[in-house]
């Protein structure tokens, strides 16, 4: 079974970058779309952004213009490349397959969500 183990995280000034890597995503040889979801402390797990194989790619409103999801497909890793960032973007951020083949903005359920990796923001 594939495990996506997540990466990239840390803690950064407001207007920095970060690039976060999803490695061993299945994609594309077990799910032919990916997304990166956060959960900031007493919030809802949201999706950040999803990739399929079309590919398309969606991006949720407040990280429009801002982040950049892609893939290598020789190594199997998704990644997410943040850039501006804010205090509001302070979440732990995960990678999980998307609730279909096709990119959206969906949050899976019956997903068994890791530690994922943390990204703190300060002003």
């Known amino acids: 079974q594939v495990q996506a183990v997540e990466s990239g995280g840390g803690s950064v000034q407001a207007g920095g970058s970060l690039k976060l890597s999803c490695a061993n995503s299945g994609y594309i040889d077990d799910y032919y779309c990916m997304g990166w979801f956060r959960q900031a402390p007493g919030k809802q797990r949201e999706a950040v952004a999803s990739i399929d194989v079309r590919p398309t790619t969606v991006y949720a409103d407040p990280v429009k213009g801002r982040f950049i999801i892609s893939s290598d497909d020789a190594t199997r890793t998704v990644y997410l490349q943040m850039n501006t960032l804010q205090p509001e973007d302070t979440a732990s951020y995960y990678c999980?397959?998307?609730?279909?083949?096709?990119?959206?903005?969906?949050?899976?359920?019956?997903?068994?969500w890791g530690p994922g990796t943390q990204v703190t923001v300060s002003s």
């Open positions: 999980a397959p998307c609730v279909s083949m096709y990119a959206s903005l969906e949050v899976p359920r019956a997903h068994a």
